[in-house]
Nanobody, 121 residues
């Protein structure tokens, strides 16, 4: 299995910044896309940003120009730099990795436990 552990969440004032990190470990043969998703109270989990191994990125419209996703393939890490934070960014942020555990296995989706981001107005 693949374990994902997020860190870097917290409480910040509107206009502030946070940097989330996610470390993947365990039985990893290869990782394809990695990404960040968020879930606010009473809402469904939704895409924030994704990144491919080659560095191609995709962002939700609501975070374009404010958030930057990056990854370190050698360390199996993915990051989310969050700037100009707004109260509506408040949510639990989950790391996701599409990975396979050995040569013959299919790619599977793995999730972290989430880290809380709270933006006060």
């Amino acid at each position: 299995q693949v374990q994902l552990v997020e860190s870097g969440g917290g409480l910040v004032q509107a206009g502030g910044s946070l940097r989330l990190s996610c470390a993947a470990s365990g039985s990893i043969f290869s990782i394809n896309a990695m990404g960040w998703y968020c879930q606010a109270p009473g809402k469904q989990r939704e895409l924030v940003a994704t990144i491919t191994p080659s560095g191609n990125t995709n962002y939700a419209d609501s975070v374009k120009g404010r958030f930057t996703i990056s990854r370190d393939n050698a360390k199996n890490m993915v990051y989310l730099s969050m700037n100009s934070l707004k109260p509506e960014d408040t949510a639990v942020y989950f790391c996701n990795a599409i990975a396979r555990t050995n040569y013959g296995s299919p790619y599977q989706s793995f999730w972290g436990q989430g880290t809380q981001v709270t933006v006060s107005s």
